[in-house]
């Protein structure tokens, strides 16, 4: 994507000079090099949107006359209809889409670029086009995370085994999973939506990087393409690009998350835990009784395209002066593909989950392994008045002398170790129905109906929260649509007037 310097933006040439400045650097081996006309189709409609925006304001500022207004945002139309493989050889789409304004309009077509750089120009396309590719991103999002809490309303009882360093550690349930990922998607989000506010905000107008003597009203652009704001300074707001590396950031952050919820039903599908939809799995070319969970292996794989694309954007930046510098041409492709590759992860993550079939009776055997249920003994003995350390060391013992078919110790085996640690049998501190109960996977989830814990009613008041969470999320992306709906129309109005 071109951020090509334009040195005449700021005051009108003549037709003689501007034939000649370009025959200057209009050939070479370089040419190529130079020219990001091909990168720039993601970017061609907000560079129309960018210009007639332009044009409206020049002429409500009597900088350019209302028919040769009319006819270049004429020529607009035809250029979009055209589209961008149509376009004229050029350096970059913004060049290009000028220079078919010309040929359409003739010499006076030149004077959309009156008041401007290419600089602020390329600022604004950027930014123009990122917002939308935020509120996509955000808007696969929101229904991801309905996606989650669904499987989280209905497998709110089915427990499943918890690990901690992959070895078997608590019971849980997959509702208490799913919402763990669901929570972390929540703080994507809101990462995306608050980052939004700072790339939606109007370079145009700023010029090269000095700004202009025209009188330009940088206000009214910046409505007419539903920016919420002006970018203030001139200097910063041609040549910056954190706004880039924000949002790329949240969207690297993003898919770290979907690469751990991949990695764990990956390993959960190696241990018949769950059982993926066909649709996102596949089977080996030799080995006919394989169902791969490739879908969520490659999630996992394209987390490094969107880390490359942050650590590419940084690269790009580092060390760059004010103002322009021509490398920031590379920079905006580093956003667009780590952008590309993870929004298509979230919804095959999502889908994949919401699509997999949980087998209960085979969950429910492995959240008894490794004596999973331990800490919940201690648990009781410590809600007894025995030290926790102490109780800790009650189960560890009575754990050390499992056998190698036993996954847990039975009551007459822990009180044994009670007495002997403690000097009192383990009925003098917990009833046998207790010690019992919580050696079972379901009520030792049940015990643990904390705040946020994986028991039924606490998972409930989870879901509430996240239900009310993702109506607000899904309001605050409808107002951002909406605004830039309401935008694009009132453009559109602005348009017709002269057009």
């Known amino acids: 994507m071109t951020d090509g310097e334009d040195h005449g933006g700021d005051s009108p040439d003549s037709d003689e000079e501007t034939v000649v400045r370009r025959d200057r650097f209009a050939g070479g081996p370089a040419r190529e090099f130079l020219s990001s006309l091909a990168d720039d189709e993601r970017i061609f409609a907000a560079d129309l ?26 020529a ?36 959309m670029h009156t008041a401007r750089s290419r600089n602020d120009e390329v600022a ?56 763990s990922y669901e929570q972390a998607l929540q703080r994507d989000t809101a990462r995306l939506l608050d980052a939004y506010e700072r790339v939606n905000r ?17 206000k009214r652009t910046a409505d007419l393409l539903g920016f919420d704001a002006v970018a203030e300074n001139s200097m910063d707001a041609s ?53 791969n969970p490739d879908t969520l292996e490659l999630v996992r794989g394209r987390t490094g395209d969107a880390t490359a694309g942050l650590n590419g954007l940084l690269t790009n930046l580092k060390g760059q002066p004010r103002a322009y510098n021509r490398d920031l041409q590379r920079a905006g492709r580093h956003a667009w593909d780590a952008i590309d590759s993870v929004a298509e992860s979230v919804e095959v993550a999502a889908g994949a989950v919401a699509t997999a079939d949980w087998p209960e009776e085979t969950l429910a055997a492995a959240a008894c392994e490794g004596f999973a249920t331990a800490t919940g003994v201690a648990d009781l003995l410590a809600m007894a008045g025995v030290p926790f350390r102490t109780a800790h060391e009650v189960v560890a013992e009575a754990a050390a002398q499992l056998g190698p078919d036993e996954d847990a110790p039975d009551y ?71 605004a830039v709906e309401t935008a694009h129309d009132r453009r559109q109005t602005e348009v017709n007037r002269f057009a």
Not at 260 to 265: H, N, R, S
Not at 455 to 479: F, G, W
């Open 412 to 482: 007459e085996a822990l009180s044994a170790v009670a007495e002997d640690v403690l000097g009192a049998p383990l009925a003098e501190y917990v009833e046998r129905e207790a010690v019992e109960q919580a050696l079972d996977p379901a009520e030792s989830v049940a015990m643990r109906d904390s705040r946020g814990g994986p028991a039924p009613e606490a998972v409930a008041a989870q879901v509430s929260v996240a239900e009310e969470t993702l109506a607000t999320d899904r309001e605050a992306l409808t107002d951002r649509q909406t």
């Open 76 to 111: 607009l139309d035809d250029i979009e209809a055209a589209g961008h493989d149509a376009l004229p050889d050029g350096e970059d789409v913004h060049e290009a889409i000028e220079s078919a304004v010309i040929e359409r309009v003739g010499p006076d077509g030149g004077k």
């Open 124 to 179: 604004a396309c950027i930014r123009y086009r990122l917002r939308a590719d935020v509120l996509a991103l955000v808007e696969t999002l929101v229904g991801a995370r309905e996606q989650l809490l669904e499987v989280a309303r209905e497998h709110d009882e089915t427990v499943m085994p918890g690990y901690t360093h992959l070895q078997p550690a608590q019971p849980t349930t997959v509702a208490h999973w799913v919402l």
């Open 49 to 74: 949107a960018v210009d007639r925006a332009h044009v409206v304001m020049l002429v409500e500022q009597d900088v350019i006359e209302a028919d040769v207004a009319g006819e270049i945002l004429a």
């Open 202 to 218: 109007s370079p145009l107008g700023s010029a090269a990087f000095a700004g202009t003597p025209f009188d330009v009203d940088r």
């Open 239 to 291: 040549a910056s690009r954190d706004f880039l590396v924000e949002v790329t950031s949240a969207v690297a952050t993003l898919a770290t998350t979907l690469s751990g919820l991949a990695e764990d039903v990956v390993v959960m599908a190696s241990k018949g835990h769950v059982d993926l939809d066909d649709d996102y799995s596949s089977t080996s070319s030799i080995m006919p009784q394989k169902k």
